[in-house]
């Protein structure tokens, strides 16, 4: 699928400090999502102990699919056909509310509806509530919010995106709180994650009237746009998920210790923020990526593509060290079971390397390559549940960690090249020698400190650890922004 080329007129300058702005108040408001998404997380760790942390975590997994599988079909195809025609949010609001919702109403009763079944799957029939709660989060949440924070995205209005989500994150942190206090439990937890989910979808209610012109914008293929892209965008955002998804399955669906499932899936919670961060930069330069494939500006793309991959090098070269100098500590902080701190290591690096593989992902989508991305990651998933099945029959539970790690590395290589085929080189070998440099120095600092006993004492060094590595990039001459930019 081609992206149409639009008349460019006087373009002038655009600046890569611009969309450097963009990503940033995206990082920021990811940052705040972070802390409150960890802060929910060890709440329930702590209120619900392990066993029952799996069946949330599992449970959780379960409505991420079902909002993913929803979200990227007609949501994501509008997304590509508005990021190209930012005027044209009255056709978008209706093929949402048109189409969209009451689909994504029948889904939700049909999970409501299955439930009883999937909880036999599970292995416990007390799990069925829960999942018909989570049907209603998934209805209230991608019937509208979801969708309009993929509007705000492709429009470029980044700094409400940022606002809605920070509220967002903050309020179901919010909610489950009160709900452990007030003894709710699992039930409890999931029934705040839907009230929040209600709020959200009256907030993209009220930002889709005041946002979406009713005025009609100079057609481009708008229609066409979203039917083409439909073919390719059915699935593709649920993909990514199948990997860490998958091998929680699979270790339950194979008789796999409770408590090793809990840990597990605690590895999987604490790893998800380093997904995210690589989505965020995606997120951040989409916009402008899509408008400069339009009309054929790949320097500048080169360079905004160059700026963010310089990010994600960083960002894996500092977990890569800190993960091999403490990541044997902190796993011991919730398991003591052998090969733990390898397990959360893999689980943390594949997750990184997933991030960096959905930022590249992203720029192929602006590029209109949709059909491309979506046989990668279907090729990618299937290869996955393949590789994590024999890996556990070989070498046990810890194989699932080991299949995440690999998975994760061949998708991040093999997207980084078709990028480089579609724009040209934009990767600074400077710039990754630096990184690993600096990563080095790090590893060795942090592991000439004491063995920590605590948790306090463990954050405390893996702050310390982050500090020094900004030092160093610093002392190296590492730069976030060119001063071509």
């Given at each position: ?95 949402l ?70 509220a ?65 965008t ?21 008789g ?19 997904t ?74 594949g ?28 090729g ?14 070989t070498?046990?539970?810890?194989g ?86």
């Open positions: 699928m081609n992206l149409p080329q639009i008349p460019s007129g006087d373009l002038g300058t655009r600046p890569i400090l611009q969309a450097v702005r963009g990503v940033t108040v995206l990082l920021l408001a990811q940052v705040v999502v972070v802390l409150t998404g960890v802060g929910t997380q060890l709440a329930c760790l702590h209120s619900l102990g392990l066993p029952q942390y799996g069946h949330f975590v599992t449970i959780n997994l379960m409505a991420l699919c079902g909002s993913l599988l929803l979200l990227s079909g007609l949501p994501q195809a509008v997304r590509v056909a508005i990021a190209v025609e930012p005027r044209a949010g009255a056709k978008a609001r209706w093929y509310l048109v189409y969209h919702l009451p689909l994504t109403l029948l889904a939700a009763g049909v999970i409501a509806a299955t439930a009883p079944v999937v909880a036999a799957a599970l292995g416990d029939q007390a799990l069925v509530t829960p999942i018909r709660i989570a049907a209603f989060d998934i209805a209230a949440r991608t019937g509208g919010f979801e969708p309009w924070l993929m509007f705000l995205n492709a429009t470029g209005r980044l700094h409400v995106q940022a606002f809605a989500q920070i967002f994150a903050i309020a179901r942190f919010a909610a489950v709180v009160v709900a452990f206090a007030n003894g709710g439990g699992l039930v409890g937890a999931l029934m705040g994650f839907a009230c929040i989910s209600s709020l959200g979808l009256g907030l993209a209610i009220v930002g889709w009237a005041t946002w979406c012109s009713v005025t009609q914008a100079p057609d481009y293929g708008f229609a066409g746009q979203v039917r083409r892209a439909l073919r390719w059915i699935g593709c955002d649920l993909f990514p998920l199948l990997i860490p998804f998958a091998s929680v399955w699979l270790l339950n669906m194979f796999s210790d409770l408590h090793y499932i809990g840990f597990f899936c605690a590895c999987v919670t604490v790893s998800t923020p380093f995210t961060f690589g989505v965020v930069i995606g997120a951040g330069v989409y916009a402008e990526a899509a408008k400069s494939f339009a009309r054929g500006d790949l320097s500048f793309l080169r360079s905004l593509v160059s700026q963010a991959a310089q990010v994600l090098i960083l960002l894996i070269a500092v977990t890569l060290a800190l993960a091999a100098v403490r990541g044997g500590e902190a796993a011991r902080l919730v398991s003591n079971s052998s090969g733990a701190g390898l397990t959360l290591g893999a689980v943390v690096l997750h990184t390397c997933l991030g960096g593989m959905l930022f590249f992902l992203d720029v192929l989508v602006a590029r209109g390559s949709l059909q491309l991305r979506f046989r990668l990651m279907l990618l998933a299937c290869a996955h549940i393949i590789g994590t099945s024999v890996l556990i029959h070498v046990g539970p810890a699932a960690a080991m299949a995440i790690l690999l998975s994760s590395v061949g998708g991040f290589a093999a997207t980084v090249w078709l990028t480089r085929v579609a724009i040209g080189p934009f990767f600074r070998p400077r710039g990754i020698a630096r990184a690993v440099s600096a990563a080095s120095v790090t590893a060795a600092l942090v592991a000439s400190y004491p063995r920590p006993e605590g948790v306090n004492l463990l954050l405390a060094q893996l702050a310390s650890g982050i500090g020094i590595y900004v030092l160093c990039l610093g002392g190296m001459g590492e730069r976030f922004v060119s001063r071509s930019a």
